[in-house]
């Protein structure tokens, strides 16, 4: 669900609005203007609405009235409740309070007991009944309000009746590993019950609209607590895993597909926590010991200096935890802003810092086990990177924006137009410019610094500074940085300068050619379209405002993480063109003239950066117009026809042709928008969910197959050759996974039971020594094929490589050997070869070949990675040894960038992998810019490093690494 | 969330959505509608009567500029975040949000500088003026009306004398 206002506010602290954050301002408005259309029809109808809802439940399940006879006013007061809160929270566009009403509805339907069958049918015939009430417009946008609200009330009433025997089971399971501890705790049984429930109380609320900060703040209560927890991170473990087990035995998937997600969030989280809790003495401990070993001189710098640096590494560490949740990136992000001014403040020097946090994940590395480090690695690298920058900012900044500003202020006296203030406004604006940079870095900023820059920059094309300026101030802050920074630093500030350095220059270059641009193509749309002076009388002024945001919007999308603003807007823009049926020849013209305005007036290189941004634009606004004309045509026509084939799902499944017309119209939504940056990886997104909810329908893969057959084919009829192209090509991919999927769906266990029985007859040793190895090795594997299957449509990489990274993770912690790996993923290719039809067998077989190669590579590198790596170093020391020892502390920096480099090369071979290698790469080379490594020695380092790799490494495509390294040094030396 | 939506929100509990609760919603909506384009001119003016405003506040008042550090620089600063959390009321058409948020708390402050509420009433009287001044009538009014709020909110009496 959308922001509210209210929360887009408080994010914004205490700045202005950029011109695409304004236009959601707008589309809350019209929201609200719907949702007060909502209120008035449902102010007449409710009583008749609700009534025909709870009867039709009532009469397909005519047992439950006769064993309550106050079910039916009770299922009315809760629908009532909901309903009415539901259309207050579109009309205010604001759901915080409709969430906390929702929440209290929680204990009377457990405490009903009710059949869930019959919960689930009367929250579908509610939904039904809106949609029949309100007609399909209005109806599909409550409808996306209501949803919340029935998928609450259904995933609990199947947690009401089953949760006693999850939480029963679970105990047990728990009291029966650890048989002692009912003799140590009397109160045992009843704390791990109360705890559990607990999870499982919150894991329903997650599919609420504010679930995730609901979730996060129990999380962070636990975790605060845990330190005093009179269980071990073992015991949590195996608490949490109990419960998960039990909760698949007992609980219906398909209709709680979000619960189960949630939940395992919840696990996650708790055995990240617990394990650190535990060892985070320890590991404190050992890592100042070995810091301050190493720095002396800095042991006298303060008063307690070890108990301080402790302190501030758990800083760091805790909120890292909390930004594995997404519920707890805000507070993450909000602790490490205030962290960066205790680094100001009290300027520990960078040469410290890096050296502790650096120690600090090899610690965690070292000490936390497989599942815990895979959720806390990749928050904790970017959390390090952000305070090694700030650190080395702390200690040089001031000195280097005292010496630009003052450069600036001699040269352009009337800088900022303010004489006086002038150096005190540089020196802010720069500060500012490489904090967001910095703090950028962090998971979950991207809202946060992305509306920072769109402010800065349309507040420069506002102000008209002078473009030689401007370029000069940003050129001169990049210099500073590359002469004072350190190499680490600068990897990770300046390719992400650049780009916004890039912005800055665009948005200068624009300021005093805007209005011309925006004149020029203002007219030219008035004078062929002239019913739109009739419609606006400012017509001239609203065009211009409403190309001005799309220019403006278009020139954020260069920043890093820019693309997400854009993406936002375009998705506010989709929405208004299909409500108001915008007219595609008005608007293909719009845009073209808007790109001859701008090819004109604009010079290079700023033209160049932003015509294909604008051409990506307009080819997106010319589908998405085609689709708003004959939007309900398509929808309407390829569900009558994947209905009439089967005729019997909408009497077996409640509401499925309103879900059919609903997954319709998002798959067109999502289609039309991946053609735009990010658009790609939210369509991976929205297919994840689908697919996951396929899983556990029950609908089969016959009527999935037809159903989205259908969609192309009538999208295919009504579309214009453009977007039949280009959204269809989207879309030929989407049918094809969901038709993987759904063969996937049916064929899931069995590939899994025969690809594990065949593994673990061969292994036996490896089930012996790690408990639930098999049930394990199944989940793992079915995470596999199904990420393997999402991989045919376009943006599913991001979400593939993540699980690489866990997958490795675990494999290297739970020391499986590269045979063992090797033979798992090959009989799981052999199995699912066997199994699946023709079609969804050429979607897998090569993610599949892809994963089997890159685990056996990667299974091999963790069983001989030091070996690997200590030989190539020693080889290298005594070739190079007297050169290298200008650079300080090099081994340990040379071991630590040889060992990324090993691994990124490694998951290069994996789809997307490239990209994110190519990004080291470019890391890379500013850290040899920066120091002025020569390239000989950099040759020698890695052949060293591929030799020992060669002689080590005997499983998966070594020769294939080996050439990728290679080649990876050619470029950046 | 403003506090009549919430009482309504707890009204809804035991009745159903009556007419003035309808017209109720749709004047809110009008005023959350306008918000975005008050906040487009705030932004695109606010420079210029914020400047205009604290060069006219020390021509008067001279002898309050040398009273802190950087008093002129501090006091620009704090005249931009008043009006900023003028903006994100009338976004949400709640004033109440701006003075939970900002104006209370930054009451206590300004108290704890001892400006005197003469200086502190007049400064933005003067806001309010170049605001009408230099924004639209209906912009202008709209974002006076929350300076009167912040005004009425900072006129107070100090504590301890």
């Known amino acids: 669900m959308h922001e509210s206002l209210e929360k887009m506010i408080d994010r914004a602290r205490q700045r202005h609005f950029s011109d695409e954050e304004l236009t959601l301002v707008s589309r809350s408005a019209s929201r609200m203007e719907h949702g007060c259309d909502v209120v008035e029809k449902i102010r007449t109808s409710e009583r008749e609405l609700l009534t025909r809802s709870v009867s039709k439940a009532l009469q397909k399940f005519p047992n439950v009235e006769a064993e309550n006879p106050a079910a039916r006013d009770l299922i009315t007061a809760v629908l009532t409740m909901g309903l009415r809160q539901a259309a207050l929270a579109m009309a205010l566009d604001d759901s915080a309070k409709y969430s906390k009403i929702l929440v209290g509805l929680q204990r009377p339907i457990w405490d009903a007991q009710f059949e869930p069958e019959f919960v689930q049918n009367a929250v579908e015939n509610l939904r039904d009944e809106s949609m029949a009430t309100l007609g399909k417009a209005l109806g599909r946008q409550f409808d996306q309000v209501l949803k919340p609200m029935a998928r609450f009330l259904t995933i609990n009433a199947y947690l009401a009746v089953t949760k006693d025997a999850v939480l029963g089971e679970a105990t047990e399971d728990i009291l029966s590993l650890n048989p002692d501890l009912e003799s140590k705790f009397a109160d045992a049984r009843r704390k791990i019950h109360e705890d559990l429930e607990k999870y499982l109380i919150y894991a329903a609320q997650g599919v609420l609209p504010d679930g995730q900060e609901r979730i996060f703040r129990m999380l962070r209560t636990y975790h605060e607590a845990a330190a005093r927890s009179r269980y071990g991170s073992a015991l949590m473990l195996e608490a949490t895993e109990a419960l998960m087990d039990a909760a698949r035995k007992y609980i219906n998937p398909g209709p709680t597909v979000e619960f189960f997600s949630d939940l395992q969030r919840i696990v996650n989280f708790i055995t990240l926590s617990a394990d650190v809790v535990e060892k985070k003495d320890a590991m404190l401990e050992k890592v100042t010991e070995t810091l301050y070993r190493r720095h002396p001189d800095k042991l006298k710098s303060a008063e307690n200096i070890k108990e301080l640096t402790k302190r501030d590494m758990w800083v760091v560490l805790e909120n890292c935890i909390y930004g594995t949740h997404a519920g707890g990136r805000e507070r993450m992000l909000e602790v490490m802003s205030e962290f960066n001014l205790t680094l100001f403040r009290f300027q520990f020097g960078p040469r410290l810092i890096i050296d502790a946090y650096q120690l600090l994940l090899q610690t965690c590395r070292a000490e936390l086990h497989g599942g815990a480090l895979a959720s806390l690695e990749p928050v904790l690298h970017k959390a390090i990177h952000f305070v090694a920058i700030s650190a080395d900012l702390a200690e040089k900044q001031p000195a280097m924006l005292e010496g630009l500003a003052e450069e600036l202020a001699k040269k352009y006296d009337a800088f900022y137009g303010r004489r006086e203030t002038a150096k005190i406004y540089v020196i802010r604006d720069q500060e500012q410019v490489l904090h967001n940079l910095s703090i950028g870095l962090l998971p979950g900023s991207k809202h946060l610094t992305v509306g920072r820059f769109s402010v800065f920059g349309e507040y420069l094309a506002h102000a008209r500074f002078d473009e030689k300026m401007m370029h000069e101030s940003t050129e001169l802050l990049e210099a500073a940085c590359m002469t004072n920074l350190s190499a680490q630093s600068l990897s990770h500030l300046i390719p992400r300068m650049r780009l916004t350095r890039r912005y800055l220059d665009l948005c200068s270059s624009l300021a005093p050619r805007e209005e011309k641009i925006l004149k020029e193509t203002a007219e030219a749309i008035l004078a062929k379209y002239t019913t739109f002076v009739e419609k606006y009388p400012d017509g001239v002024a609203k065009v211009s405002r409403d190309l001005a945001t799309m220019l403006h919007t278009a020139a954020v999308s260069i920043i890093p993480d820019g693309e997400m603003a854009l993406h936002r807007g375009l998705e506010a823009f989709y929405d208004n063109i299909i409500e108001t049926r915008m007219d595609k020849g008005m608007l293909d013209f719009a845009y073209r003239a808007l790109i001859k305005a701008v090819t004109t007036h604009l010079p290079s290189p700023h033209k160049d950066w932003l015509l294909p941004i604008l051409e990506t634009c307009t080819t997106f606004i010319h589908a998405a117009a085609d689709v708003a004309e004959n939007r309900e045509t398509i929808l309407t026509q390829s569900v009558d026809a994947a209905f009439a084939k089967h005729p019997d799902m909408e009497a077996r499944f409640p509401g499925a042709r309103r879900k059919a017309e609903e997954d319709f119209d998002l798959l067109l939504r999502r289609c039309t928008l991946a053609l735009v940056p990010n658009g790609e990886e939210n369509l991976a997104d929205g297919m994840w969910i689908f697919c996951q909810s396929l899983f556990a329908s029950g609908y089969g893969p016959k009527f999935i197959t037809e159903a989205h057959a259908e969609l192309r084919k009538v999208f295919g009829k009504y579309s214009d050759r453009p977007t039949n192209t280009a959204v269809g090509a989207i879309m030929d991919r989407v049918v094809a996974t969901s038709a993987a999927f759904a063969e996937l769906a049916e064929k899931e266990d069995i590939i899994l039971h025969e690809a594990t029985n065949v593994l673990y007859s061969k292994h036996p040793q490896i089930a012996e020594r790690h408990r639930n190895a098999k049930a394990k090795t199944q989940r793992d594997m079915a995470q596999v094929l199904r990420h393997a299957a999402l991989l045919g449509v376009p943006g599913a990489e991001k979400r593939f490589i993540t699980l690489m990274r866990t997958l490795t993770e675990v494999i290297t912690k739970g020391k499986f050997g590269a045979a063992f790996i090797h033979d798992a993923y090959e009989m799981l290719r052999g199995a699912a070869d066997a199994h699946l039809p023709k079609h969804a067998k050429k979607q897998l077989a090569r993610p599949l070949e892809v994963t089997r190669d890159y685990l056996s590579l990667v299974a091999g590198l963790g069983d001989h990675e030091d070996e690997i790596l200590t030989e190539s170093l020693d080889k290298l020391f005594a070739k190079r040894g007297t050169q290298m020892a200008k650079y300080m502390d090099v081994k340990e920096q040379t071991r630590h960038d040889e060992r990324m480099i090993l691994r990124s090369a490694a998951l290069s071979l994996v789809p997307g992998g490239e990209r994110e290698h190519a990004r080291l790469l470019e890391l890379m080379g500013v850290v040899v810019q920066r120091n002025q490594f020569d390239k000989p020695m950099l040759v020698d380092a890695y052949t060293a490093l591929t030799d020992s790799c060669t002689a080590r490494l005997k499983h998966g495509p070594v020769k294939q690494l080996v050439s990728t390294v290679q080649k990876s040094v050619q470029t950046f030396a | ?161």
């Open chain 2, 1 to 161: 969330m403003r506090q009549d939506m919430q009482d309504l929100s707890h009204a809804l509990q035991t009745r159903g959505f009556g007419n003035e609760d309808i017209v109720a919603l749709r004047r809110h909506t009008a005023a959350v509608r306008k918000g975005a384009s008050t906040a487009r001119e705030l932004r695109d003016m606010e420079h210029t009567i914020i400047f205009a405003s604290v060069a006219e506040l020390y021509k008067k008042h001279p002898d309050k500029k040398g009273a802190w550090f950087q008093t002129e620089v501090k006091t620009l600063r704090d005249m931009k975040l008043v009006m900023r959390y003028a903006l994100y009321s009338i976004i949400l058409n709640d004033p109440e949000y701006a003075k939970q948020k900002m104006y209370w708390w930054f009451r206590t402050i300004l108290n704890a500088f001892e400006f005197g509420k003469e200086f502190i009433e007049d400064a933005y009287r003067i806001a309010q003026t170049r605001t009408i001044k230099h924004m639209s009538k209906d912009e202008g009014e709209a974002v006076s009306q929350m300076i009167d709020e912040a005004i009425t909110t900072f006129n107070f009496e100090p504590v301890a004398k």
